[in-house]
């Protein structure tokens, strides 16, 4: 039974009190017949582990001597009497200790409770700042999100302009190329129009010289026309006058 109580405490304490306390003959004599109630050797060590490793060995050895001279003089009801009192005594040490104990782990346990409660404040503190950064967080990214998708859009519209004006700049190219080629044509044709206007002109020039010559000439011929007839009118004057008898003329 006090080999029971020792292990029940789970501490060394019992065993300082008793140590410093010493042991007595009834103790050696109670730790004795529990050993040998459950059918075991009441060695100097087993009786000593029963009482929870107290007492020196010689001390024991003596007192356990002396039991044995004692003979079976102690009767049943001795044994009861000095192993009640040795419980009692042993009930109470153990009862102090345990409400030592007690009273220890009840502090530890109210300073863990309050730590806990000061942890659990301050993980409800950091939620709701969570929950509040959650909600900042959310909202800001629902705004970007929205800046997001206008500014893709304009990008977009952007890009589809830029795409109609690359095409409408190919176009203008395409078409002033075209226009180039024209002007170099049109500039081919006036330099063949200048080189033709040039020869119109000196064909004009020449036309009119010739022209001149062909009035000069005609000029001669009207002037030797005009003899002409003039001889040819005496010559009839003439032919007449000789018809008639009448002398022909000279001729100027």
Known sequence: MVRNMRYVSGTNKLEGIMARSGINKAEVKAARSAIIARGENPSIDAVRIEMGNTGSKTTIHRLMREIDAEGSDATASTIDEELTALVARLALRLKEQSQGQLDDAKAILDAERQAMQGELQDTRRQLSELRERHAVQTTTLGSQTATLLQVREALQNEQKENARLSQAAQD????????????????????????????????????KVETEKLKQQLTERDQQNRVLELILIKTELALENLKGGQTIPQPD
């Open 172 to 207: 203008t190219a395409t078409r002033l190329a075209d226009k180039d080629a024209q002007i170099q044509t049109l500039k081919e044709r006036h330099l063949d129009a200048h080189g033709q206007c040039a020869l119109l002109k000196e064909r004009v020039r020449n036309a």
